[in-house]
Every structure is written in C-alpha cells, then in structure tokens.
C-alpha cells in the first residue's frame, strides 16, 4: 500500500518533539494576510497573556504559500505585555509560521492544524481568520475557556451583523442546518471556532482532506461533524465581526455553490442522523451580549429582482426537472407581478431549498447546473427579505428569521419522505 | 425408344439438376449447421457477456457517475429509458450478437456474402466512431448549452437562451461535420461548408456590432457599463 505523504515536515516534527506537549492551540490560516494578520497575531498573544497565563501555549500560522511576507509577520509581532494590564506575565508561548501541505485551501490550512494538535497532546484549540479587524483578546477566552473549564468540545461563534449581512448563512445554512440537526446554531459557517482536542483528533480519522473540504466548505463541515457526531457543543458571543472586504468581483453562483454543496454534500453522510424526527433546540451561549448599530448601506433591489424574473423566465425548463409545477407556477407568478407586490413566502423557499437538494442528492443533473441556476431564485429570496425588513430593527430582522427557521422545520418531513423515494419525479 | 429418349431427356433436364441441387445442398448443410451452432453459441455468449458487464458496471457505481455528468438526462431525452448499467449490457449484447452473426455468415462460404461482408467490416470501425462522434458531440452540447444558460442567466444576459442554444447547435454540427468526414461523405464539402458557415457567423456578427447594430451595441454596452457601476453599490454581504 502506497505510503500518504506526511503533513508535517521533518523540521516541524522535530520542533514539536522539542515542544512536547501543551494545553491550548491559536491556529491561524493565511493567504496573502500580511496587511491584517499582524493585528490577529497582536489579538491572540495578548488573549493567552491575559486570560490563560498559567497554561502552556502555541499559536500556529498554517500559509498556503503566502508571497507577501505574511509568515515573517508572523513571526516578527509581538506584544507589549505591560500595555494588556495583566497581573502574571504570561509565559512565553510557542510560534510557529508554517506552509501547509495538500490542496491549496483552508481545509487543509486546518488539517495542519489538528495535526500539530494531536501531537502536542493539546486540550484546547481556537481557530480564527487572518483578515480579522474586529477581534481582541476576549475572543480567545471566549473561544477557549468552555473547552478549558466547562467541558465543552465544540464553541461556534456568534457575531452580530447587520440585518443584510451573512445573508446565504441566514436565509439557507442556518435555517436549514438547524432544521436537520436540530441544534441553534446561528453561526454554522462563522469561521472562528473552538474545538477540544478529542475532536481534532476526530476531525482527522475523516477520510475528506482529498476533497471539496480541504478546498472550502471546512467550516460547516466542522459545525456538522461536531453536531451530528454528538459533541457537546456551545456558542460564544464575540461581538461585532468585522473583516477584510471579500474579492466584490467573487461570483456570487460560485460562491453559492462551494457553501450550498457543502451542506448537501453533508446531508449525503449524515442522512441516518436528520431523517430522526426530532425539534431543535438551543444551545448554550457564552459572552456578554450586547445589539450592533445598522448603519444604512446601499442594497440593488431592482438589480435582484430583474435578475430573478430572467432566471424564472429562462431556466424553466431546467427547473421543471427540479421542482414540482405548482412551484413552478408560484415562481412564473410572482416574476410577472409587480415590484411593489414582490414577496416569495417563507414556505415556497423552503420547497425550493429542498427541492433542490433532493434533485442533489438523486441526482437529476450535474450537481454545479443544479446550484448555480439557484442564484436567481436566491436573489429573489433576498429581494423579498430586503423589501419586508427595509424598516426593521435587528431584533425584529432576527424575529423574521426565526420565523423563517420554523418554516424549515416544518417543511422537514416533507423533505424526508422525498428523500427516501428511489427515484426523484 | 420414344421413352428412353424421353426417360434421358428426363434425366438430363430434371433429375440431373435436381441431384446436383440435392448433392450441393448436402454438401453445404454442414456449413449452414456449423453457421447456426456458432449463431446460437453467440446468443447465449452474448447473453453472458450482458451479465458480466452490468455486474462490473454496477461495481463500478457507472450508473451515479452517468447521472453526474449527465448521460442518463440526456439518454431519457431521446427516449432510452433504464439504467445506464443496464443499457451497457445491452450493447455489448448486441456487439456480440452482430459479431458472431459475421462469424456464422462467413461459415456459410458463400462467395457473394463473403465478399459483401468484407466491404462492410472494412466500413464498419468508421460507422462507429461516426456514431461515436454523434452521440459524444449531443452530450457535450446539452452539458455546454446548459452551463452556458446558467452563467449567462446568472450574469444577467439578456438573450440568455439565444446564447446557450448558438453553443449547442455549434457543438453539434462540429461533431456532425467531424462524423461526416469521418464516413468519407463528402469530405471537402463538409470542411469548406463548415468554414464557410462559421467564417459567415464571425463576419455577421462583426458586421451587426460594428456597422448595422452600432447604436444597439453602443447601448448595450452603455447599460452594462451602467449596470455593472449600479451593481456595486450593492453593500450586501452574501456570506
């Protein structure tokens, strides 16, 4: 049998032989971060000097090859101790700025990660982005501390946005990951987590490093493994989440497909844990919460709705392979009325999300022509949101969505008894 | 002596070619046997052959990978229903079938089916890329036009459908014209009919954008411009 190609170099396993053990890990995947990693470095050291002085520490840089000098960043931030107030100084943790091997992507940024985990024995690890602008200290402790003190083996994030934020998380993932797997998750694809080491070393006898997980779709893979494995899992409130502008040329069909997929991909292997019957329920929090003022920002409704009414009118015939016809019909109805009438209800985006996965999971076509042709009918969902939200505070946006959840929850069974069938009509 | 005149007169115009029939018959019955045993071993062979191979089909999973990529949307399209393991069996039933159909029709050693057979079995490997080319070709253009309508669609084109259904038709006819040129029909025609059809289609639409359609490429353009400027005061943060 063909021997795998070691993760970790022969200089890195020597290090960590010299390091032996230690209690907590601060992982931090880059690409290309040197603008803004420095400040998470800063983040992170003054989060282990202030809350966790008394345990040994490393903190790992995983870089996909990074040509800006992002490791040398790395390594050449420090804190001033004295300017974070703490009592003990802390020890000297341990740094280590690495290339990680395998597929380029933060799947495999992370696999490194879990690896240096198991080896050093480590209690408790945190992951966080190397594009942060909004994270201090405190998020460390929030991230690391229900692992350390409460037992808890998975910490999700909990940021507050604003209302138009995150809107694939809150109009498909979260909703639907909370229906399935039946826990309140708000944040399933936040991408700063906490995990015991139990479970990274879990997370590594999964055989997914080859795949689309190692590419993207890492972070809700995570929250699902730990979810549908049983884990104990809990959220911390880390505030506001503020980061690096993503790429505003990114696709938006592409970028609906890796995180969509994902989540399919993911209902594939755990079919025996969500076709349970079963009602979701809440999840501890941690932190102080506290609401995040809503700044106004431009949102193109007509631009949405246009593109909405193009899909419905030029992909019917691709969507009748997809969905039942008076869905169908729904949809042609809703294109052909008037902006100021524009609403697609709760109840017929829940069809349309598991219709769409179940002509995934039997198949009905390529999976990629079965997900981008969802982009329209997304932009009409938000369209529809916008319009409905446009007066709204944040509670009464989050009120909405839990509206919004129920509607995937009672639309459950529906899903399941199609599920099961041996062919899709 | 009227009648043995007639009895040989008999002889020679009847029971003459009647025996030689009779002798040529008995002589070619061994072969006729020998064609229908090799016909019905065939059968039967096929009948296995059709067995292995939907096993080692399903082994491989062939018929969820057909469903990814599209073979089994596109078979049912044109009316040929069931598994793709299923229908694997069922060719290479048949190939076995129309194989030793050659075979037994060449134990008959007859002169003008022997020598009709050999210009088809010289024909024969061309017939089949032919249809190859075809089959490949349709696939590929349903999988292009497809993908085609979904980006278009999704960058807010317009003439969308237009678009997708100029890839498929290009696809297509390249595979057709590729499956005619390799049956030998016409096989300078279809080359300079084909450039002259695509060279006319460049030409036309340079023409339309550049002189005829100046104003409607102007505005096209003008509204993208604008739209791709209106697009991004979108602040909305999708992930």
Redesign the interface.
Known sequence: MPQKPAILSKDTRKRLREIKEVDILVGIPSYNNARTIGHVVKAVEAGLSKYFSNYKAIVVNSDGGSTDGTRDVVQNTTIDQDSILVDHKAEQFHKIAIPYRGIPGKGSAFRTVFEIAKDLHVRACAVVDSDLRSITPEWIELLIKPILEEGYDYVAPYYHR?K??????NSIVYPLTRALYGKKIRQP?GGDFGFSGRLAAFYLTKDVWESDVARFGIDIWMTTTAVANAFQVCQAFLGAKIHDA?D?GA???A??YQ?VSSVFRLMEEYASVWTRDGESGSVPTFGFMYAVGLEP????LD?MI??FR??VK??ST?YE?LMPGNLLQLLGTIAEGSRERFSLSDDAWVKIIYHFALACHH?????E?IL??L??LYLGK?ASFVIETWESTAEEVEQRLENLCLAFERGKPYLIERWEEKRYS | MGIIVAITICDSIVTGPLKDFFQRLIAFLPNLLGALIIFFLGLVLGWIFKKIIMKIATLLNTD?FC????I??ACAKVGIKGQPSHLLGRIFYWLVVVIVTIIALYALKVPAIENLLERFLIYLPNLFIAVLLIIVGYLLGN?LG??T??????A?I?F??FLARGVKALVFVFAFAMALEQLGIGRNMVIVAFTILFSGIVLALALAFGLGGKDIAKDYLEKRLK?EE??????????
């Not at chain 1, 920002?297 to 193109?300: A, K, L, R």
């Not at chain 1, 198949?363 to 999976?367: A, E, G, N, R």
């Not at chain 2, 209106?230 to 992930?239: G, P, R, S, V, Y």
């Open positions: 604003h138009y934020d995150g809107t694939i998380t694809i993503k505003p696709d938006l069909s970028m609906l995180v920002i431009h949102v193109n631009g246009e593109k193009l899909g030029e992909l691709l392979s198949k009905v076509m390529s999976q022509h981008k042709s982009t329209p938000v | 969820r469903s990814t990529i599209g089994t949307e999988f497809r993908a309508l979904i980006a278009s669609v999704n807010g317009q969308a459908a739209k209106e697009e991004k005061k979108d602040d909305i943060q999708h992930l």
